[in-house]
């Protein structure tokens, strides 16, 4: 067996500020061997992301304790029996454990897989099994099938995708969620195309990677719409025209885009700025929406508008990428200059200030903060 330090979550619901209340507990966990189809990863970087948070804070329940953290790339140190990969292999980590053989991802939609979906929500690996020993005996769950904020961990191989060894961790890691969410929200999802006009509600990691996937296919213009200025800043700097959150972004946005944009993507997880961002759409267009809100949240919209106005409404689970796919594309997007998604990391911390880091996310002073392993 593996010795591992990780961040374990043993109580969703406690209050910020985190760093008080310390929902996560560095443990010191061992990891069974990789069974069948299995890889054990040395990580070398995870991003915080709010999917992180969601669950800290209870409103996405998860089976507790559990080994948090799903954006990631590492290096593999030993491989089960039944898989492509080899030890030394550089890998990014993808937060949905597609089987390949479902009826979903032979359909090409691997982000809807079905026994993935099952594992992810059970707190296991795609083979049902969890590989964490706690000294006590217990075996801490697994998130989204990789349990990120870990010296090291064990995956099913179908989430890892190969990537030259070249690329610092801490650039790649931001390819598992971050990227393939908010990149593949434009490109995918939403089909941005040349001239168009596009809109991005939210500015965090997921809602960057939408802006600049969105300049990157060539949209005549992007309004990157946040409340926190310092966010809105960033998106300026990377080529978007800033627009205050609020009750006034929704008229804003009309009267930048001559009506509405023709691509609004809502990354927020915030029903009432799914609304917005919906509302701030032109007759014919396309809203996007990535974000998780509450379970049984409901969604009020003026429902003859979907058909007097022809419009669509989507949902974008993974950016509707298929990883093995996309991973390599982005990140040869990203060696190009056109994706220069390094400019999201706000910084970098040791594992123990894990819980400061989402004090950080949670009052939105940090983008992407990277919890880094020597």
Known sequence: MTATRAAVLVESGRPAPYAASRPLEIAEL??????????????????????????????????????????????????????????????????????????RCVAGRPALCGPGAEANGAGTLLGGGRRFRAPDGTRPHHHLGVSAFSEYTVVSSRSAVKIDRDLPFDVAALFGCAVLTGAGAALYSAAVAPGDTVAVFGLGGVGLSAVLAAKAAGASTVLAVDVVASKRDLAERLGARPVAGGPDAVEAVRDLTAGGAEKVIDTTGVVAVLEQAYAATRPGGTTVTVGLPAPGAPLTLPALSLVAEERTLRGSYLGSCVPRRDVPRFIALYRDGALPVDALLSGRLPLDEINAGFDRLHTAEAVRQLITFP
């Open 30 to 103: 061992r990891l069974d061997p990789p069974g069948h189809g299995e890889l054990l990863v040395r990580i070398g970087a995870a991003g915080l992301c709010h999917s992180d948070l969601s669950v800290i804070n209870g409103s996405r329940p998860r089976p507790l304790p559990m080994a948090l953290g799903h954006e990631a790339a590492g290096e593999v140190v030993e491989t089960g029996p039944g898989t492509e990969f080899a030890p030394g292999d550089h890998v990014v980590l993808a937060f949905v454990p597609a089987c390949g053989h479902c009826e």
